[in-house]
């Protein structure tokens, strides 16, 4: 598993805010809460960046069960197939600047 390189979160309310006005990943609702994925630590959340729109009471469900619990349960084929992809890409990418 390749190591994922630390850095500064990235903070920006406006994406956060564009994503509340978006649908729901899994739901397609629409309000939703920005759901950050992952921690940084105590009490600390994950970058902006990670972020997804998801409804507000499957939030408060991730919150409550945990987000891979949900994330197990919810995400259709298709979303865990373009998650796979985009992490994927990553992959690649990072290999092709570290050459």
């Known amino acids: 598993m390749p ?4 850095n500064p979160p990235i903070r920006d309310r406006k994406y956060l805010d564009s994503l509340r006005d978006g649908p729901c990943i899994f739901t ?3 309000n939703c ?3 950050h994925i992952g921690q940084m630590g105590m009490g600390a959340k994950s970058s902006d960046a990670e ?3 998801v409804s507000h009471d ?3 469900e991730m ?3 945990g987000e891979m619990t949900v ?3 919810r995400a259709s084929d298709t979303l865990l197939r373009e998650m796979a992809r985009a992490y994927a890409r990553e992959l690649y990418h990072r ?3 570290g050459r």
Request: charged residues 30%; without cysteine; proline residues 12%.
């Open 33 to 35: 809460d920005p759901a």
């Open 58 to 60: 499957l939030h408060v």
């Open 28 to 30: 397609g609702a629409r």
């Open 95 to 97: 290999w092709k600047d």
């Open 3 to 6: 190591t994922v390189p630390k």
């Open 71 to 73: 994330l197990r349960e």
């Open 51 to 53: 972020a997804l729109p």
């Open 63 to 65: 919150h409550q069960r």
